[in-house]
């Protein structure tokens, strides 16, 4: 029996969020290198005397915590996706109800995103609007791996979660936004792009089309 076009839809849509989580996957790494050659570059820089040991305890601290903050990184990014249609978990999270360092986290979360949203411009308006073509009824929130918050906030809370520092990771944030923008748009870049050859349209008033035969995303890499 021939499936149904919103199935063909759905496996499209989960298609995307499995190959942009593919895709990003190998920046934890490269982030992880680079804060770690930038912190002992400047450990090695002459400064005052509680200025270098600073330093020197931030990269000495990096280097223990490195492979928790990337492999939990790796563990929560690829975690099983949650259904696009599953209920928010309460309305918009009282903030009343979270403790302040959960607070200050979610605000240096939503200011990445919101770097990530203006480096993305209209490559991300785009996808959104394919999307929605793939799935009329579900706007992408800040659950779903696409959104720039989901990844931003894994981030942060990663960074915490392994131990370091909230003034640390704000320190480095300079050194953090250039390889995950330039990251974050080429994946964003690509799968638009293949949605647009699958002939998905990014109309606000698109409707859901049935992919061309044959179409599909090519499948993850198995992790190596």
Known sequence: MRERPGADLARLAGQVRAAFVDQIAPVFDTLAGA??????????????????????????????????????????????LPRADAPAAGPAADLSLIDDEAVE????????????????GGVLRDLRLRMR?????HELDSRDV????????????????????????????????????????????????????LGVAARAEARPVAPRTGAGLPAPREPG
């Open 35 to 80: 804060i770690e050659a930038h912190l002992n570059a400047l450990s090695d820089k002459v400064a005052p005397l509680t200025v270098m040991q600073k330093r020197r305890d931030e990269a000495v601290q990096f280097a223990q915590c490195r492979k928790a903050w990337v492999e939990g990184l790796r563990k929560s990014w690829t975690a099983p």
């Open 105 to 120: 986290n979610r605000i240096l979360a939503s200011r990445l995103s919101m770097l990530v949203e203006d480096a993305a």
């Open 146 to 197: 696409l959104h720039p918050e989901r990844l931003a906030g894994l981030l942060v809370e990663g960074w915490m979660n392994a131990g370091l520092s909230r003034p640390m990771w704000i320190d480095l944030v300079p050194v953090i936004r250039p390889l995950l923008l330039d990251a974050v748009v080429r994946a964003y870049r690509a799968i638009d792009q293949r949605l647009e050859t």
């Open 133 to 137: 073509a793939l799935e009329p009824e």
